[in-house]
């Protein structure tokens, strides 16, 4: 038998895992962020921030099945944004990533390992300015 970390107490600093505190979740919350203009955009993403009373950062991410179609490439999509979140040290603020432009190619499928390897390196970069900006 195993035991399940995966709690809210377990959401300190360094922690691995993404707790429904750190999600953005209600219509309100999301809405309060895109209030605001756009932070940042990339090829593919648009990023908006709005500061939080929190003591930690939150994230929402939206991906709209008329940019990506699969459900398969949602998914991937989101993980990777939230993983990627998870590892950056932001100070308390809302994030909400919102995917801008289509990530289909007729190319080839959108789950490939060159587009992951693109999404990630965009998304990075959109964090990392967010740490960069937001440093006291």
Known sequence: M???????GNSG????D???VRRIVKTDEFSSVFRLRPTQKTAHF???TRQNDLPHAR?????AKRFAPRAATRNTIKRVTRELFRISALQPVDCVVRLAKAVNSKAGPATTAQLKAELRAELTRLFAAQRVRKAP
């Not at 195993?2 to 809210?8: I, Q």
């Not at 600093?13 to 691995?16: I, N």
């Open 13 to 16: 600093e360094g922690s691995h």
């Open 46 to 48: 648009v990023l908006y």
């Open 18 to 20: 993404f707790a429904r």
């Open 59 to 63: 994230l929402g991410v939206v991906v």
């Open 2 to 8: 195993t035991s399940c970390t995966n709690t809210v």
